[in-house]
């Protein structure tokens, strides 16, 4: 089931706009050097967009005070309206039926948008 849904996903739920978007932001973090944490934490919630059934983002142990004061710059420089988008485009997608598991998966996404960095992305047993 979870192949199915990730294979609707891409194709219909957006997971494909979404991994593109974050690949590009993640190549200008790359580009600009200073920013390279962030183009990892792009990189991360890229490949989640792609395939989000059967997956979830959990805290890591080792992240440090570092990551705690990036993400307080990411979610103030970009973080909010990411998050704010993938609400919009899950109330959007949960109106029909079909869509409320794709409404969920964008749902699942805002924490990762909001606070990216010490986070990982794991597979759900």
Same mark, same amino acid.
């Given at each position: 089931?979870? *192949?199915i849904?990730?294979i609707?996903w &891409?194709?219909?739920g957006?997971? &494909? =706009? *979404?991994?593109?978007g974050?690949?590009?932001?993640?190549?200008?973090c790359?580009? *600009?050097? =200073?920013?390279?944490? &962030?183009? /990892?934490?792009?990189?991360?919630?890229?490949?989640?967009?792609?395939?989000?059934?059967?997956?979830? $983002? /959990?805290d890591?142990?080792?992240?440090? /005070?570092?990551s705690? $004061?990036?993400?307080?710059l990411w979610l /103030?420089?970009f973080?909010?309206? $990411?998050?704010?988008?993938?609400?919009?485009?899950?109330?959007?997608?949960?109106?029909? $039926?079909i869509?409320i598991?794709?409404g969920?998966?964008?749902f699942?996404? =805002?924490?990762?948008?909001?606070?990216?960095?010490?986070r990982e =992305?794991?597979?759900?047993?």
């Amino acid at each position: 089931m979870r *192949l199915i849904l990730n294979i609707l996903w &891409f194709v219909f739920g957006s997971g &494909f =706009v *979404l991994a593109i978007g974050y690949g590009l932001a993640a190549l200008l973090c790359f580009a *600009l050097i =200073v920013t390279i944490p &962030f183009g /990892v934490a792009a990189m991360r919630l890229a490949v989640y967009s792609l395939w989000p059934f059967g997956r979830t $983002i /959990v805290d890591r142990r080792d992240a440090g /005070v570092a990551s705690g $004061i990036a993400n307080i710059l990411w979610l /103030v420089l970009f973080g909010w309206w $990411i998050a704010l988008a993938h609400i919009a485009a899950g109330v959007a997608q949960c109106v029909t $039926i079909i869509g409320i598991p794709f409404g969920i998966a964008n749902f699942k996404l =805002v924490p990762a948008a909001l606070w990216p960095l010490g986070r990982e =992305v794991v597979e759900v047993d």
